[in-house]
Nanobody
Framework: VQLQASGGGLVQPGGSLKLSCEIS????????VAWFRQVPGKEREGVSC???????DYVDSVKGRFTVSRDNNKKMSWLEMSRLRPEDTGVYYC???????????????????WGRGTLVTVSS
C-alpha cells in the first residue's frame, strides 16, 4: 500500500486549503480513508474519515469547516479545509483501512501504513 498526501502550505487564519491523497496498491473502493494530523510533541490525531459507502465523519474541532471526499476510480481522497485556525497547523496524513471510521478516528484501529504527509501551517 502506498499513500501520498499533498497540497499543504502556509495559509493565513481564515483561509482555505485542499489536500489530496493518492492511494495505490489496494482496491480502495472497499476501504475507509481517514485523515490525521500531527504536531511535534503531540500524538497523531484523527481529523476526518470517509467510509466505503461515502459516509463521512469528523472530529468536533473541524466540523463545519472541513469536507472529506473520495473518487474510487481515481484512487484519490481530498480534504477541503476552510476557515483555518492556527491550531489546525500540523503534518497531515491519509490512511486507508478496512475499518469503521469511528474506530480509525479514535485510533482504536491504528492504520498499518501512513505514507508521506504534507505540512499545513496556519499563521499570519
Amino acid at each position: 500500500v502506498q499513500l501520498q498526501a499533498s497540497g499543504g502550505g502556509l495559509v493565513q487564519p481564515g483561509g482555505s486549503l485542499k489536500l489530496s491523497c493518492e492511494i495505490s496498491g489496494l482496491s480502495v473502493r472497499h476501504y475507509a480513508v481517514a485523515w490525521f494530523r500531527q504536531v511535534p510533541g503531540k500524538e497523531r490525531e484523527g481529523v476526518s474519515c470517509i467510509d466505503a459507502a461515502s459516509r463521512t465523519d469528523y472530529v468536533d474541532s473541524v466540523k463545519g469547516r472541513f469536507t472529506v471526499s473520495r473518487d474510487n476510480n481515481k484512487k484519490m481522497s481530498w480534504l477541503e479545509m476552510s476557515r483555518l485556525r492556527p491550531e489546525d497547523t500540523g503534518v497531515y496524513y491519509c490512511a486507508a483501512e478496512l475499518a469503521r471510521c469511528d474506530h480509525l478516528l479514535t485510533l482504536w484501529v491504528r492504520p498499518g501504513s501512513w505514507g508521506r504527509g504534507t505540512l499545513v501551517t496556519v499563521s499570519s
